[in-house]
């Protein structure tokens, strides 16, 4: 079919992806009806930078280089695949922290090179909205896009083609997740802790503002500092079990236990007015571009509030809802692979020269640092 790994016949794709502090490699095979994904392994970095509350971009590329090759190794043994059985590589080459993805890139081109295989280099938003494919969505769709570094609505035209159709003015939905973590006193990594903690309260306790930016664009910074504000005025709310707390082993049981459950409570309303956001336009966008199908991608699509809302919102409009597995949201390699079926790859030996990119020109998409 048209697009299978351009033309190339490529088959069985090894993928590698390191634009963050997640080191992934996945097997994957592009056949004419669909992409399998043959393995795929994340080696999470966590505990090397949960000491630092954020993602230290040096620690991150120097455990890159640790983690890669017994990652990849897995990822073979996974598949039940030697290297002589891969037909091409692919890799993330951008955007992301710039020195996490030269290792990626750097081990891709070895790896191509000294196998005389052709290489596909893949956008990392790209990967992250072609996780929808895992489930078969068909272009055309509007996907929301919702990541550490990027909020984007966006109406996939054909393949892994897009048009931006919004994105947020000020900070990425999981930076939101993850600075209200921080307010909260949550450890790192901040999103999935809220998540948690959401889970057991009332998301409409507190009524956080909801900034709606012209047309289909987003903004978090002011629900961030409305957060900060109502800790200022309610303190101890940040308390009970939590590092910032202090004082837990003073207060008296039921005042411990209604401490948590008005944390929660917090955490709810929080997440709540994130969650409205990007579901309420996200519909919209739909609605207005006249598509039937809507698809969610990168690691905010984790959040079970999200994944039930944006679920709902669709199916009471009915259109058809695509939410990938958690696995294939948060940042992994079969995502690349599942991207990489659209694009051309490069012939043996022209990829030596390819570079990575920090950001995506036009977007305002940098990676978020410390
Ligand atoms: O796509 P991703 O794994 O890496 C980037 O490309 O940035 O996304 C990471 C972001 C972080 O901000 C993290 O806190 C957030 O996704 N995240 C979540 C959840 N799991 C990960 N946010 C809310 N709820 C979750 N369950
Ligand atoms: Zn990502």
Same mark, same amino acid.
């Given at each position: 079919?048209?697009?299978v790994? !351009?033309?190339?016949?490529?088959?069985?794709?090894?993928?590698?992806?390191?634009?963050?502090?997640?080191?992934?490699?996945?097997?994957?095979?592009?056949?004419?009806?669909?992409?399998?994904i043959?393995?795929?392994? %994340?080696?999470?970095?966590?505990?090397?930078?949960?000491?630092? !509350?954020?993602?230290?971009?040096?620690?991150?590329?120097?455990?890159?280089? @640790?983690?890669?090759?017994?990652?990849?190794?897995?990822?073979?043994?996974g598949?039940?695949?030697?290297?002589?059985?891969?037909?091409?590589?692919?890799?993330t080459?951008?955007?992301?922290?710039?020195?996490?993805?030269?290792?990626?890139?750097?081990?891709?081109?070895?790896?191509?090179?000294?196998r005389?295989?052709?290489?596909?280099?893949?956008?990392?938003?790209?990967?992250?909205?072609?996780?929808?494919?895992?489930?078969?969505?068909?272009?055309?769709?509007?996907?929301?896009?919702?990541s550490? !570094?990027?909020?984007?609505?966006? %109406?996939?035209?054909?393949? %892994?083609?897009?048009?931006?159709?919004g994105?947020?003015?000020?900070?990425?939905?999981?930076?939101?997740?993850?600075?209200?973590?921080?307010?909260?006193?949550?450890?790192?990594?901040?999103?999935?802790?809220?998540?948690?903690l959401?889970?057991?309260?009332?998301?409409?306790?507190?009524?956080?503002?909801?900034?709606?930016?012209?047309?289909?664009?987003?903004?978090?910074?002011?629900?961030?500092?409305?957060?900060?504000?109502?800790?200022?005025?309610?303190?101890?709310?940040?308390?009970?079990?939590?590092?910032?707390?202090? !004082?837990?082993?003073?207060?008296?049981?039921?005042?411990?236990?209604?401490?948590?459950?008005?944390?929660?409570?917090?955490?709810?309303?929080?997440?709540?007015?994130?969650?409205?956001?990007?579901?309420?336009?996200?519909?919209?966008?739909?609605?207005? @571009?006249?598509?039937?199908?809507?698809?969610?991608?990168g690691?905010?699509?984790?959040?079970?509030?999200?994944?039930?809302?944006?679920?709902?919102?669709?199916?009471?409009?009915?259109?058809?809802?695509?939410?990938?597995? %958690?696995?294939?949201?948060?940042?992994?390699?079969a995502?690349?692979?599942?991207?990489?079926?659209?694009?051309?790859?490069?012939?043996?030996?022209r990829?030596?020269?390819?570079?990575?990119?920090?950001?995506?020109?036009?977007?305002?998409?940098?990676?978020?640092?410390?």
């Open positions: 079919m048209e697009g790994g !351009g033309g190339l016949g490529l088959s069985l794709l090894l993928c590698i992806e390191t634009s963050c502090d997640d080191t992934s490699a996945a097997v994957v095979e592009l056949a004419a009806e669909a992409t399998t043959r393995s795929s392994i %994340v080696s999470s970095q966590h505990e090397f930078h949960a000491a630092f !509350g954020g993602v230290v971009p040096e620690v991150a590329s120097r455990r890159h280089t @640790e983690l890669l090759v017994p990652t990849v190794d897995d990822a073979l043994a598949a039940g695949a030697v290297w002589g059985d891969l037909d091409g590589v692919a890799v080459t951008g955007p992301g922290l710039i020195g996490a993805l030269l290792v990626g890139l750097a081990a891709a081109k070895a790896i191509a090179y000294a005389r295989l052709p290489l596909t280099p893949v956008d990392h938003l790209q990967g992250h909205l072609a996780a929808a494919y895992a489930l078969g969505v068909e272009a055309p769709f509007v996907c929301l896009t919702a550490g !570094g990027h909020t984007l609505l966006a %109406v996939v035209e054909r393949g %892994v083609e897009f048009r931006v159709v994105r947020t003015l000020d900070d990425a939905a999981g930076e939101a997740f993850d600075k209200g973590a921080r307010l909260l006193g949550l450890p790192y990594p901040g999103g999935r802790e809220l998540d948690l959401a889970a057991g309260g009332d998301p409409a306790c507190v009524a956080f503002p909801r900034s709606l930016p012209r047309d289909f664009d987003f903004s978090f910074s002011g629900l961030k500092t409305a957060l900060l504000y109502y800790l200022r005025d309610h303190e101890g709310v940040v308390a009970a079990d939590s590092p910032r707390g202090g !004082g837990a082993a003073r207060l008296k049981p039921e005042r411990a236990t209604e401490r948590a459950a008005r944390r929660a409570s917090v955490a709810a309303s929080y997440q709540e007015a994130i969650v409205d956001q990007l579901v309420s336009k996200t519909v919209r966008c739909a609605e207005q @571009e006249g598509l039937r199908r809507v698809a969610v991608g690691g905010v699509a984790a959040n079970s509030r999200l994944r039930r809302r944006l679920t709902d919102a669709c199916e009471h409009r009915g259109l058809e809802v695509f939410v990938p597995p %958690v696995a294939l949201c948060t940042d992994n390699a995502m690349v692979g599942l991207a990489a079926r659209y694009l051309e790859p490069i012939a043996w030996p990829y030596l020269s390819l570079d990575a990119y920090a950001a995506e020109p036009g977007l305002g998409a940098s990676r978020r640092r410390r």
